[in-house]
């Protein structure tokens, strides 16, 4: 493996060693393109982030921003004035840390008990479980399973119909399949180890990568949750930030009561703390994912793996 | 039965699977029934006929629009999107500099992230009629435009945030099926001269056209399901009458006007067409490409 790789990249460097004119033309040209593509994903980010840090004024003129000119902070100090975007903020938490717990307790053990090929009916739980993703009951159907559950206005309502979710299933599976060697398992049985231990002090141990990637793809989803929680929560004083920030951003529920003269500054601040409401709910993730990305492709690959 | 630690194993995904998977599909019921909520699903009456929510759907003057309007968003999606990824991953593996190809590809990523209410959010603000959009075309004399109310602006709003939000993401199985190219074949078409745009065109290109090819089958696969999120959350006024999609319809009379049985049966008309194409998808690409998604 570290060999073939080795010598792929000599070749590589040997092939760019003999460049034509047309073919560094085509190098620039083709970064030229790449830059300019980067640019059209970051800068609509960048212009809200900046944005949200700009005197309102300058923002209304509506001309491109590069770089913090006339700083204003006050939309931030406006913003901590709307007690649900706080309480949003620690729903989400809430629901993202119970989310992911419930989760991995459900899928992890799942995963590796249906990658053991001696499971007795393996192949009807996988069906059973496949077809779920490519058929399900559909939304009404789910919101009367809430409520007959009597998990309707609860964090379960959002927790638990988000336990499994049947792909990340298949992606863990397919790890534990291609890195948990048969001899492993073999050599542990001989030695009297159970399944539990083995699940527990062998393959759990060894599974490092795939737990990070379930939790992070379990937290991103239940941290971008909108619409379970617009179905299945009621009270606003439950609702999780995709919620909150739908309804002040996009509803319009920004409310500053102002008449006449003052009516058209406050829309300029109304405007202004839409953009600081963008930046501090999308902001954690940003952070976070440069981070964790390549954790992201990695479950990528292991899902086309099995495809 | 040596196995039964398995099965304990496998318990808390069973309960899961039978509560919220297999419970709500018996729950699909109802699309017959005249469902009460204080009657459950059982002591419901069933209606005369059987599919008379199915005819009363199909006999609304909405029924056509929303579905149509489906379709047209879905393949209009796949039209324009479909092939960005692809062209996108040939011209990253064009770019010499191992960092630069890793910071881009990290750049591509970062919309995927974001959730479709801040996706929305930003639209919202940046193409309002005050937003930066609009300030520009006016400079430019081209006046201002409607972008988040009008409906001729809805598709292609919604095509082109998806293409800016999935890109980078979608992009990464061709990226590593590139990367897989022995690098005999680049040799070799050195040696007979080929420019770099020819071993993009005649190397690169086919050498991932299988991927290209299932991802493709599998894409048309999931034509109907086209979230509702993010079209529920572009509505406006103006746009209704094409951002209104099954889903989108399924959520406002269901829940909105509490008409459970008949948008189930709407519902449970768009999942069975939607099954119905799934398998058929999936069977083209099993021939295709001897890859199963079951």
Not at chain 1, 165 to 194: K, T, W
Not at chain 2, 57 to 78: C, D, E, G, P, W
Not at chain 2, 259 to 282: C, H, K, R
């Amino acid at each position: 493996m570290e060999n073939t790789k080795k010598k792929g990249n000599d070749g590589a460097a040997s092939v760019h060693a003999i460049q034509s004119a047309s073919d560094r033309l085509f190098d620039t040209i083709n970064l030229l393109i790449l830059i300019v593509l980067c640019l059209i994903v970051v800068y609509p980010l960048y212009y809200v982030v900046l944005a949200s840090m700009t005197d309102p004024a300058v923002v209304h003129t509506g001309k491109l921003l590069l770089y913090p000119e006339a700083p204003y902070f006050k939309g931030y100090a406006e913003a901590l004035a709307y007690p649900q975007l706080i309480s949003g903020y620690g729903n989400t938490i809430w629901y993202t840390v119970l989310n992911a717990i419930v989760a991995l307790c459900a899928t992890i053990p799942a995963a590796y008990a249906l990658s053991r090929r001696d499971l007795v009916g393996r192949r009807v739980v996988m069906f059973l479980f496949t077809f779920t993703m490519f058929f399900n009951g559909g939304i009404i159907p789910m919101f009367l399973t809430i409520k007959s559950l009597k998990i309707y206005n609860t964090a379960w309502a959002l927790v638990l119909p988000a336990a499994v979710s049947v792909y990340n299933l298949i992606v863990c599976r397919s790890f534990f399949e291609s890195s948990l060697p048969q001899e492993l398992l073999e050599a542990a049985q001989i030695d009297g180890c159970n399944d539990f231990r083995f699940f527990f002090t062998m393959a759990i141990p060894l599974s490092k990568t795939i737990i990070a990637v379930m939790l992070l793809y379990y937290a991103t989803a239940m941290w971008n949750t909108f619409f379970n929680a617009l179905m299945f929560l009621q009270d606003e004083s439950k609702m999780p930030l995709q919620v909150v920030l739908r309804n002040l951003v996009l509803s319009n529920q920004l409310s500053m009561s102002a008449s006449g003269a003052e009516f058209a500054e406050k829309q300029k601040l109304v405007d202004q703390l839409k953009y600081v409401i963008i930046t501090v709910s999308a902001v954690p993730l940003m952070i976070v994912y440069p981070f964790v990305q390549k954790y992201f492709a990695s479950g990528v690959m292991l899902g086309a793996v099995k495809g | 039965m040596g196995c039964w630690q398995l099965y304990v194993l496998l318990v808390p995904s069973l309960i899961w699977l039978a509560l919220f998977a297999y419970y709500p599909m018996y729950g699909l019921l109802i699309a017959f029934k005249d469902f009460k909520i204080r009657k459950g699903i059982i002591a419901s009456p069933w209606v005369t006929p059987l599919f008379k929510h199915f005819s009363d759907f199909f006999s609304t003057s909405i029924a056509r629009t929303v579905i149509m309007n489906t379709i047209k968003l879905s393949v209009y999606q796949l039209l324009f999107s479909f092939w960005v990824p692809v062209v996108f991953a040939l011209m990253l593996n064009q770019v010499r500099s191992n960092k630069g190809r890793k910071v881009i590809q990290t750049i591509s990523y970062a919309p995927y992230f974001l959730s479709n209410v801040v996706l929305v959010c930003i639209i919202s603000v940046l193409f309002s009629s005050t937003g930066v959009v609009n300030h520009v075309l006016e400079s430019l004399g081209i006046g201002i435009k409607y972008f988040t109310s009008e409906a001729q602006f809805f598709r292609p709003l919604y095509i082109g945030s998806t293409i800016w939000q999935q890109t980078g993401f979608n992009a990464i199985i061709y990226i590593a099926a590139l990367t897989a190219i022995s690098p005999e074949y680049y040799e070799a078409a050195l040696i007979d001269g080929a420019s770099k745009l020819q071993r993009v065109l005649y190397i690169d290109l086919p050498m991932i056209m299988p991927t290209v090819v299932l991802m493709f089958i599998l894409s048309v696969g999931n034509i109907m399901t086209i979230g509702y999120e993010k079209a529920w959350l572009m509505q406006a006024g103006g746009n209704i009458s094409v951002s209104e999609i099954i889903s989108t319809y399924v959520y406002k009379t269901g829940l909105q006007s509490a008409q459970y049985s008949f948008a189930t049966a709407v519902g449970l008309f768009n999942s069975v067409v939607n099954f119905v194409i799934l398998v058929l998808a999936n069977l083209i690409a099993k021939r295709a490409a001897d890859i199963s998604i079951f």
